[in-house]
């Protein structure tokens, strides 16, 4: 139960930081998700989805909530990576494996290359269906979907 509660004080603080910076965003340096200044580069394999993500030096990423375990890896730089769980610095080169649930506020202290590894075991390349695979809206959806895999 106290385990609960911590991550959900955590999440709601996530959920908060992204909310101010979003408020008070410059576009240069504060975005969420796909665009022009962190532009993502997608590869599949079978049964394999990577996204890849160039983030220059002094800028700042929210990330998605992840519906599933999947592995990251710190190709080159250094982040500066807050979650429910707290907040870690990373080195290139690195991996981490992220639970279910995952979200990420990340700071790019150096210019860095970070993927993501995802299954993908139906092999869906379009990119729309995908994400509703892999992500949640937010966090009352991942907690429905977490639900309906019981």
């Not at 139906?122 to 994400?131: G, H, T």
Request: overall charge neutral.
């Amino acid at each position: 139960m106290k385990k609960e509660l911590k991550s959900s004080k955590h999440r709601k603080a996530l959920v908060d930081l992204e909310k101010q910076l979003l408020s008070i965003a410059d576009d240069k340096y504060i975005k969420t998700g796909d665009n022009d200044l962190f532009p993502l580069k997608h590869s599949f394999a079978h049964g394999i989805y990577v996204r890849e993500m160039k983030m220059d030096k002094e800028t700042f990423v929210i990330g998605k909530i992840h519906k599933h375990d999947h592995i990251w890896f710190l190709l080159s730089g250094y982040l500066i990576v807050a979650t429910e769980n707290g907040t870690e610095e990373y080195k290139a080169p690195c991996y981490v494996k992220a639970p279910a649930g995952s979200k990420r506020a990340i700071y790019a202290v150096e210019e860095s290359i970070w993927v993501n590894v995802h299954t993908n075991p139906d092999n869906i390349q379009d990119l729309e269906v995908l994400e509703k695979e892999i992500i949640a809206k937010n966090y009352l959806e991942y907690e429905e979907f977490k639900q309906l895999k019981k």
